[in-house]
Nanobody, 115 residues
């Protein structure tokens, strides 16, 4: 069973918005800090945004001011609202705990920003 299911990716024009969701299928949520990561073609996977169990948030400088991470513990879901998207935001987006647990990587959801 995949621990996390990521949804919401798609193709969007530069300047557009998308909202990603990540739903946990196991009991790791909501007791841990959660994060969104992304992996662009040919690059390593990097952390984009994290949210603690107390809703403290932290963002990569590359997305600060454009992305918003939030969580709904009752629904075991973490969201990533992505605004003012840029072509360089194109990547597969994953959620996982922070720090990530290798066995908990899901399939991710592809975000393509292109005109």
């Amino acid at each position: 069973q995949v621990p996390f299911v990521e949804l919401g990716g798609g193709v969007v024009q530069p300047g557009g918005s998308l909202r990603l969701s990540c739903t946990a299928t196991s009991d790791v949520f909501p007791g841990n800090a959660m994060a969104w990561y992304r992996q662009a073609p040919g690059q390593r996977r990097v952390l984009v945004a994290r949210i603690s169990i107390l809703d403290n948030t932290k963002y990569s400088p590359l997305v600060q001011g454009r992305f918003i991470i939030s969580r709904n513990n009752a629904q075991k879901t973490v969201y990533l609202q992505m605004n003012r998207l840029k072509p360089e935001d194109t990547a597969v987006y994953y959620c996982n705990e922070d720090p990530p647990v290798p066995s908990e990587w899901g399939e991710g959801t592809l975000v393509t920003v292109s005109s």
